[in-house]
């Protein structure tokens, strides 16, 4: 009996081990199938050559501006299998820009025509590389002439003429006169002129100022710095303030986002003059459409984005999200705008803005 629970527990052990073994050998099997696959997967993935992407971006710009054809352009930036084209070209300009390539540049300005066209521009770039004709300020004509003031009212006294004495003729006539010398001149009559003001007939009316060409305009826009947004994990928001022409809170004012993804929102909302929108990895272009019940005109904000590739480098660099170019591109996938990598602090970017009326 005792040996033959002894050759029990013996065939027990050898079962459980040759179990273990058996599953450990199956799950290795199973983990180099998976991780062979996917790293496979992943050599075999194109890769995107940066340098050859924007050649072939600055030949399509200026195909487009000469041949003004935006659907060829359209096609042959779908060809480049780059995700958002438009945001891409943006990039591209504001890099030439900081390259220092100014207006005059003739690829700048070709990427700016295209973006333009696809309508991937911002204010800054407007700011930079527009060229916006003046116009010309009416000016007023006076309605008469104001009468000269008269050089004097009265009439000179005439100066006194000495008669000559009849000379006998007997008398002999003397070959030559002395003249005295003296050193005072004969007296005039000095006449006082009193000058008579004339005033003009018609005074010109004050001309009133010119009305502004928006009756909202945007004042600031900050982005915020990562310590101001709570580091990577913090805010997504963008925070209005709506004030008056002499900077204080407005209540009542309504903004929409120009895609109306969203419901609009009423200044007052989050405090006085105080409204927010929240991002979810989005951004939204904001105006003013109406003051209490009045419709408005406004200016339109730039995409105020939690996505980095659409906020740009230097201004990822000025909050402090990156020390440099190099290292931006380096946290980015592959140096193209790493869209759905997470790169940064992707999702988690935060906006200021402030609409002011302007009256």
Known sequence: MENSNKYLILAVTIIFFGFCVVSTFGLGLLGFLYFGSSASANLSA?????????????????????????EAARADLKTLNIPNAEQYIAFMIDL??????????????????????????????????ASPTPTSLPTSTPTSTPTLLPTSTSTPTALPTDTPTPVPSNTPLPTETAIPATDTATDIPIVKVTPVPVQPTNTPEPTAPPKPAFDFVISRVHFQTMPENGGCRGAHNIFVTVVDAAGNPLNGVTLEDTDHAVPPHVS????????????????????????????????????????????????????????????????????????????????????????????
């Open 46 to 70: 194109p890769k995107v050559n940066q340098v050859e992407v924007e050649t072939k971006i600055v030949s399509i710009a200026t195909h487009y501006a000469n041949s003004n054809d935006l």
């Open 96 to 129: 030439f820009i900081q390259e220092n390539r100014g207006p005059g540049d003739v690829e700048l300005q070709n990427l700016f025509t295209l973006a333009q066209a696809l309508g991937a521009t911002t204010p800054s770039m407007v700011a930079i590389l």
């Open 268 to 359: 007052g909302e989050k405090g006085p003059g105080k409204l927010e929108y929240d991002l979810y990895k989005n951004g939204y272009s904001l105006l003013v459409i109406k003051d209490g019940g009045n419709p408005v005109t406004s200016q339109i904000s730039e995409k105020l984005s939690s996505n980095d590739w659409e906020i740009g480098i230097p201004r990822l660099i000025e909050g402090g999200y990156c020390p440099d170019e190099g290292t931006c591109r380096e946290k980015w996938n592959s140096g193209v705008f790493g869209q759905g990598s997470n790169s940064l602090c992707w999702g988690h970017y935060s906006w200021e803005i402030t609409f002011q009326r302007s009256q």
